[in-house]
């Protein structure tokens, strides 16, 4: 503790670390609103696995009901999913009137305003419109162009760009319209659980990706929610030594079966967690399904919290703690819990306290970015 006291001596860091502890301590669930969903996204974990098949209870006193449970056990932040959430606005707003919450869309409906103020609101994109509309828009329909309709100048918004080893090249123009709208910006990497291969290959591994995440964060660290700390982690799979899969996972149903020898590995998770398939009723292993090989998946809020609960190893040195606390902070500012237009200032600071000072060592082994060089 006394290491931390005087790393925060720093002011800047002091202020992030206040405005945390204000808000005080998350405990949360993911929840899929409904079954149904508008698009068929190629090599979507949710369809992947048929978790359409645990349909939403038809009765709102069931939906209701369950908001209850979740607040009486404690639950004070949801992650909203699906399906497409936004198919069901009014069970939308009941969540956001009671929880902090974030809600992740395809952006082809639009979130009203009215009541929906100020609702972080997660929008995918997957590429720029002829990439996005052939893996998400069935080769007909640019669902990115629609999300840019649907959003423009909302500063609700904020792009969740799932990004692929091949297609590095459209990462500049995807951001700089996404900016240009008026939006945010995070990172997501897109895990080819259905082997479609080529350019879309995680295998290839996301070292040229993350040096362009990099550019773009100079270029706009005003609007960009993820740190370069946070996505090379995602990228690498590794933390400390210690390899990302479902041995050191911290967001795993805590009550669910498979996971109880992982819960006593002890290694940290988070007590609270449980992701609810949209019957509300059965949960997953995880957020990302039941079956989903954790060697694919690069979900970014899931590694967030692997980030801030091994909170230890990074208090060896004061810029280890920094990138351990811009974490925390990003998670906190992207989804509103700290004041959002306030803490949006602070982001260039962040930026510059958390981008690798030098070219440094690759994220991923160099015959991963040799790879990547016959798929470009
Ligand atoms: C299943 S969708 C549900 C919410 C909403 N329908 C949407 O499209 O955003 C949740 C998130 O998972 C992401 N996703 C789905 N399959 C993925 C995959 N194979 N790799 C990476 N992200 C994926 C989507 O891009 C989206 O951001």
Redesign the pocket.
């Known amino acids: 503790m006394s290491t931390i006291r005087q790393y925060l001596e720093d002011p800047f860091l002091r202020l992030l670390y206040e405005d945390i502890t204000a808000a005080g301590p998350i405990r949360p669930i993911q929840m ?1 609103l409904t079954h149904a ?1 508008n ?1 068929r ?1 190629q ?6 696995e048929e978790l359409d098949r645990h349909k939403a209870p038809k009765e709102e006193e069931v939906f209701d009901r369950f908001l209850d449970q979740e607040e009486a056990r404690g639950t004070n932040f949801i992650t909203v ?6 198919l069901m606005p009014e069970r939308l707003k009941k969540v956001y009137d009671r929880f902090w919450m974030l809600v ?4 082809l409906r639009r979130i009203p305003q009215e009541g929906f103020e100020g609702m972080p609101i ?5 590429g720029d419109h002829e990439t996005d509309t052939r893996l ?1 828009g069935n080769g007909k329909v640019d669902v990115f162009a629609r999300g840019l309709e649907n959003y423009r100048g909302d500063s609700r918004a904020l792009w ?1 760009y ?1 990004t692929t080893p091949g297609n590095v090249h459209e990462i500049e123009s995807v951001v700089g319209q996404c900016v240009d709208n008026g939006n945010y910006v995070g990172f ?7 082997h479609r291969g080529g350019s879309v290959d ?1 295998r290839h591994g996301f070292g040229a990706v993350c040096r362009e995440i990099d550019r773009m964060i100079e270029r706009y660290p005003e609007r960009i929610l993820l740190s370069s700390y946070v996505a090379r982690v995602v990228a690498a799979g590794e933390l400390y030594g210690d390899r990302w899969g479902h041995d050191s996972c911290c967001t795993l149903t805590v009550d669910h079966p498979v996971n109880a020898e992982r819960l006593k590995n002890g290694r940290p998770y988070n007590p609270n967690f449980r992701a609810f398939n949209p019957d509300l009723t059965t949960t997953r292993r995880c957020c ?1 399904g039941d079956e989903r090989d954790c060697g ?4 970014c809020w899931a590694h967030f919290s692997w980030i801030i609960l091994n909170l230890e190893p990074h208090l060896a040195s004061k810029q280890e703690f920094t990138n351990w606390l811009t974490t925390m902070y990003l998670f906190y500012l992207s989804n509103h819990i700290v004041d959002f237009a306030a803490g949006v200032e602070l982001l260039p600071e962040i930026h510059r306290r958390t981008l690798p000072q030098s070219e440094g060592p690759a994220v991923l082994p160099a015959e991963m970015d040799e790879l990547l060089a016959d798929v470009l």
Do not use: K
């Not at 090599?43 to 992947?48: I, L």
């Not at 694919?296 to 979900?299: A, D, K, L, T, V």
């Open positions: 899929d969903c698009i996204c090599g979507c974990y949710f369809f992947s999913l699906g399906g497409e959430p936004s992740v869309t395809n952006g997660v929008v995918s994109v997957w998400r969740y799932t997501n990497f897109y895990g080819d659980i259905s995680h990302a694919n998946c690069f979900e």
